[in-house]
Structures are given as structure tokens and as C-alpha cells.
């Protein structure tokens, strides 16, 4: 490899590489506490919702670095409507669920009305409904915590819990084999994917990337998932929660890559009169990133609500600064037209590694603030000045 | 003879792959009003950014003397500084401040912690009267028309202690009155002020009646300097200069391909601007292009030629839009981009960065962008079909590029106008309007653009070809329409055409018949 290629390779994968080292830093800092089996189990179940509402948050940058503040406050009314429904008015369980869908996706359709066919600026849309669903969510809530502990069925349903893990059908006890299984499986499929791929685009002509790129790629990414489920074995398995989330981050991986609609995000965010120019309904692009955006806010308000069993006036707060602070430290640019959802899941584990890895060895919450604050400039710094081709300082 | 205030020496500017302007000489005398003519691209512009500083000194080569020193200038600071002021053809005022505001913009009177209003209002008003305007100094620059406007940045270039004053096309969007206004004012500030001034115009009769001297710019150099009085300053003599260069083999060999059927018809087309309503872009206009026909729109910038082909082009331009338009005999409605597209209709635009192509994204994806369900099944894109499609039309028009995973931003601009060339050939279009199609590219690619105009006739395709440039549409179009201020002003057959024909037309047609030679 010649020097443009270790360079290329480098900023590629600065944010794997990042926090290859960050992990490395932190298992030294611990004593390896980081990757014991339950902190790697809990690393998913607790940033769960980082993950769905970073993936709905990436659609609405990749639109030109719009972001949606009111995802929190989404989070939470929607939680908040669905305890009392199903503990004050004992609703079935299926009934809430839908209604909270329908909430979370209606209240991302209103702001999603004004920002792209009115063409109010985002941010003042979504600040509007950042203030007024967190007011909503204590109205509903008359400012008390309402329990959903014994409703079992939800909880275990949305994951988090204690006991919210999905059922080990051969098990002995020890290690969960379903888990396990799982895991093989899922390496097996994607190696199976890849090389038939790699195939078929040989036998047609097309570029391929180099052949040492490809293994190193695919032994790296299947050892990833059979560690990472060994990890998950060692403890109790697979949290239900995990499911969601991969369910959301396969999904949404697949509209951004492969499907029109997908394809349209990216335009918009690239050259939004180019795109008009094309016959592409741009108003229609930004309504279904906002739309989109509350739907996935509901299901992060089940995930959070399930995870603490229980809903609060509080629940959700600083959760849209997570959810843009993964997709920016996952490569987002901050203009649009430029990011992915594997990136952002990157950014995400990033930041929950942090979190995790500083908690662990004490570190005040507040000072985890600052450090978690310094790695979001640091990573927007980075991508600006890159794409400037390294100059500091922007031209006058 | 008086003193020669500037002189621009050797000045050669090249862009990227364009030499903008080769050699240029230029002498200004002091307190005299010298205009600079020339086509559209011909360098004036680019030769009055160098001047003041807009392309810092090692940018370019040559030497500017100024009051016999020769000056480095950085930037429009240093300029200013001496006393070089240029005032561009869009406005650079802000609208939400006032007139005082803006006249000391980057100039504030008083210290940097406190600005002094009085001495802002006081000498507002004092270079308002120098301009004669009545307006007051606390007035928002939105409640005042363009013609006042422009005194406003005269205002602003006096308050800056301007001896050299630039104007680049200084009534290009003002009606008679203002402009004869402006005219008399520049005259009465050179008697009362020796103020020297350069004005770059396309209005010939204006400048007649305004200028001392005359230089005329083609192709990035200077051809000649005419002298009030000494030479013929009439508007043929003018646009001979302007015009007088020769055809040589820039153009691929043409076959005639025109069919009898009428494609697309446009009748008594009208258009408004989208923001001032009141103002018409495009007036009564009715064209009509044939099957196998290249027909150019011929016309100066901003004789709404864009707007019009944008207009038809599903509504993406202008307000009010009525009118009648047939394709292929067929009245249609196209309110939506996507509604042309279907009626086989296609706009490649002009500006290729801006409206055209996703400079972030590689040639691949914006090749399809425009006609995305090609290559995908039920809304999920064939990624192998899409790379073959980008593949294909990249040999196709002999695009350099290493590969279709590149991102268009970097490739050279005639490489880019093969892409979103690409891209609107691949939307499988009857009718493609190629608006400036070689604007911007070196000669190379513009003739390999001419030929894949002449394949797309070939596969009896129609092509309208808006152009500013002259000698391309003589040596592409099988029919010319001639566009001014909004009106068909002409048609030529492409074999009768010739520039100056075209340039009389375009000539005659403007508006300022009352400002007659002094």
C-alpha cells in the first residue's frame, strides 16, 4: 500500500479507528471492566433509543443539516400517553402500542406540514415542539410517575428490563446458545451476501475494491458480530431490545442505500434545485424525513418507557442531542447530502462507550458532559477541514 | 493631453483550462469617461476584477500602474484605499438597512465601539445631493426602485473617496428615464469633480452618447481604442469590433436532419418574475421548434431566455404564467418538472453547478437522478444496472473520468457538462433545451459538445440552443430566434444569419431609443 492509499483508508474509517482506540483506552483505564459481558449488553439496551433516534435524525440532516429538536419531548409524550392508556385505562397492550405509533408519526407529520410545505425553518418548528410536547407530556401526566412495571407484557416486549431477553431455546444456563446460533447465522448470511455479490459484479465487468480489502473487511465484520455475540451469550442473551434496533438500523440501511425514496434524501441535501430540476417533489422529501423522524420517536418513546418502566415528565430530555450528536460524530455532514446509517451507528457506540467507559471509572457526570461536548467539536472540526483539503482556517 | 490616470499593461488572467484574457492593454486619462464593450465572456468583467483586486496581484500577470506607481493590490481593500471603486451589476446593498447604513457599510464613521449617527446622517445626505437624490438618509433600501439604488452605491462609491469610478453595466435593470439619469450624472461628475469612470455596457447608444473613448475586448483582448471625435463612433462601426472575428473549423460538419413535423409550439407565451409581480420577463413569445431541428435563442444575458426555457420546463420558473404549448400537435399543462419529463421534454441548464449536478455525489448517481425508475423495480434501485447505464453514456460522450464512482465536483467543467448532458440523454427526451451548453469549457470540449448535438438531431431528437455566444449559434443552429427584453425581436434562417445581423436586431430592439448620440 502506498501512502495515498494508507491515507484514504485512514479517513474512510477514522471513526472505526477512533473507537477501536477509545475501547482500547477504556479496557486499560478499567481493568477490561468495559468488556465484560454485561457492561456490552448493557452498552445496547441503554442506548437503544440513541440508536432508532439517530437513525430518523440522520434522514432529516442528510436534507441539508436540518436536525429535529423536538425528538425528546416526542419521546416522552408519546411514552406518557401510553402508560396511561394502559394503566389508567387498562387498554390492551396491542391498542397502546398503535396509538403511540400513530401519535408519534401524526405529531412528526404536523411539523413535518410546516417545515416543507410552508417552509418554516426546521429549527424553529422543532423548537416549537420541543417546548410544547414536553408542557403536553406533563400536562397528560399531571406531573407524577406513572409505573408500568406490572405490565409485564409491554416491558418485555420493548426490552430493558431485568428480564427482557429473548428466550434461550437450547440453553444450559451458562452460555446462551440461541444467541450464539443467532450470531453465527447472521455472519454466515453476510459473508454469503458479500462474496455472492463480489461475484456477480466480477462476472459483469465492474470495479471491484481490492481483494485484500474486501477479506480484511469481511474477517473484521464477522468477528465483530461472533465476538459480540459470544459477549451477549455469556450474559442472559440477546436483549429484546437489539432486535429493534437492528430490525431499524437493517431497514433504514436499506431505504438509504438502495431505494429511490433513500436516493432522494441525499440529493436534496447535495443540490436541492438540482433535484427539484430533476422532477423530484422536494416539499414531499422533507415531509417524509419529519414524518419519519415522529414515527421512530415513538418507538423510541416504547423503547424508553419499556427500558424504565415507568414514564415520566422528564423522560427524554437531551435525547435529540444525542441522537444529532451521533450523526455528526458518525461522519453526517452538517450541509446534508453526506452520510450513512452505518456510520451513524458508529457514532452512536462511540458516544455510548464514553459514556459507559467514563462512568465505569468514575468520572463525574459532569465532566463526562464536557468530554462528550469536546469529541462533537472535534469530529465536525475534522470533517470540515477535511473536506476543505486540510486547510484551517476558511478563506475570507 | 491629460494625465493617463491607469494604465493596465500585458494583463493575462487564465482560469482552469481558459486563457481569460490574453495580453490586454489599457489606458485611462484622467477624468475622462471610457467605456468597455465586447460580447458576453469576451473578459471585461474578469479584466475589472483584476483591476480591483478581486484577483489579487500573482494571480494574474502583467502590471497595473495607477498615478504612475504600480499597484499589488490583495484585495478590494486595497483598492479602495486608492480610490478605485467598483460598483457590479447586482446591487450589493442590503435591503433591511437604510441608505445612510449602507453608503458606510465596512466605512463606519466614528470609533470601532461607537458609531457616530450624526456624522453617518450628515454625510449621507451630503454625497445624496452630490448625486442628486432627495430621498432621506434613514429611508430602507427596499422602499426605493432599482434607478435609486444605483445612486445609492454612486453615493457610497463618492463617500469612499473614489477618483476611478467602475460601473459594470450600470443600466442593465433600469427603464429609460433612470438610466438617462445616471448617464447625465456620470457626465456632470467628470465636469464637476474630474471623476474618472470605466462603464462596461451593451447599450451601445449609451455609450455613444456618455463615452470619451471606447475600447473594445473579443476573446479576451483588447482589438481597439476609439476616440471621441477622432473615430466613428456609430453603433456598426462598434459592433464590427465587437463581432469582426472569423469562423474557422470550431464547428463539426453538419447535416440538415429538419423534419416538416412541428414538435413543440409555444404561443403567446408571457411570464412574470416570481417576486416583483409586477415585472414581465417574458412577453408574448412564439416559438416553435421542428423535429431534427437545432434552433438557437440568441440574445444577451438577461434577455430572459433562461427564464422563458425554465418557464416552459413545468413551471420551475416565474409567476403567472399563461400561454399556450403544443408538443407534438398535443396542447399539454406542465405544472411539475416531473410532468416535462413525461412529456419527453428536457432542460439542461446553464448553470451546471448550481441547478445542474450534485457535485458531492459520483457520476453514477447523477447520470440516473433525473430518470430514477429506469433502473430501479418497484422503487428499489439495480445498482449493477445503474452502474452499466452511467458506464455506457460515459463512452458514449467520451467523459474523462477515472472511473463512474468519481464525484462530479472534480472533474473539469467540460466534463461535467458531459455528465448533465448524460444525465438529461438518459430521461429519454424528444426536446432537450441546452441552455449556455459550452459556457465555461475549453475549445476541445466545446466541439465535442457541438457533435453530441448533432447525434442527438441525427436520432431526431430537437434541440433548442440558448446561447450567448454568436459564432456557436451561426455554426450549430439550422434557425435562429433572437430574444430582447423579454420579446422575440428576430428569426433568421441559420443560413442567412450573420453576427451582425444578430447584433442589430438585439441593438435596435433595446430600450433606450431616447438617449440618441451627443
Redesign the interface.
Known sequence: MDKDQVLGFLKKNTMIIVLIIVVAFFSWRTGGAILLPMNVSNLISQNAYVFILATGMLLCILTGGNIDLSVGSVVCFVGAVGAILMVNHNVPIWIAIIVMIVIGTAIGAFQGFWIAFVRIPPFIVTLAGMLAFRGLSNVVLNGLTISIKDKTGFVNLFGGGADCYIHDFFGNGSLNLTCLLGGIVATAVFVLLEVSGRI??SK?N??LENFAGFLGKLIVISLVIIVFSYKLAQHKGVPTVLIWVMVVVLVYGYITN????G?YF??VG??E?????????TNKVYFLAYTNMGFLAALAGMVTIARLTSAQPTYGQNYEMDAIGSCFIGGA?AYG??GTVPGVIVGAVLMGVINLGMSLMGVDANLQKVVKGIVLLAAVIFDVVSKRGGKMIAKN | MAKILLEMKNITKTFPGVKALDNVNLQVEEGEIHALVGENGAGKSTLMSVLSGIYPYGTYEGDIMYNSEVCKFNDIKDSEAKGIVIIHQELALIPYMTIAENMFLGNERGTKFKINWNETSELARKYLDTVGLKDGTQTLIKDIGVGKQQLVEIAKALSKNAKLLILDEPTSSLNETDSKALLDLLIKLKKEQNLTSIIISHKLNEISYVADKITVIRDGSTIETLTKGVDDFSEPRIIKGMVGRELSDRFPKREHHVGDEVMMEVKNWNVYHPLYNERKIVNNVSINVKKGEVLGISGLMGAGRTELAMSI??K?YGENISGQLFINGQEVHLN???E??KHKLA?V?EDRK????????PIK?NTT??N??AV?KN???D??KE??VAVDYKNKLKTKAT?V?QNVGNLSGGNQQKVLLA?WMFADPDILILDEPSRGIDVGAKYEIYCIINQLVADGKSVIMISSELPEVLGMCDRVYVMNEGRIVGELDGKDATQEKIMTYILQSSGNKEVKNG
Not at chain 2, 354 to 361: E, F, M, T
Open positions: 456477480k459484479r459483469k465492474y470495479e438502495n431505494t429511490t425514496v436516493r441525499y440529493a447535495g443540490n434545485k438540482a433535484t427539484k430540476l430533476s422532477g423530484i417533489n455532514s447530502g453526506i | 420546463f413545468g420551475s411539475t418538472v416531473s416535462a419529463i432542460y441548464t448550481g441547478n445542474g449536478l450534485i457535485l458531492s455525489n448517481i437522478l433525473a430514477l425508475d430501479s422503487k428499489i434501485i445498482k449493477d452502474y452499466a472511473t464512482e444525465k
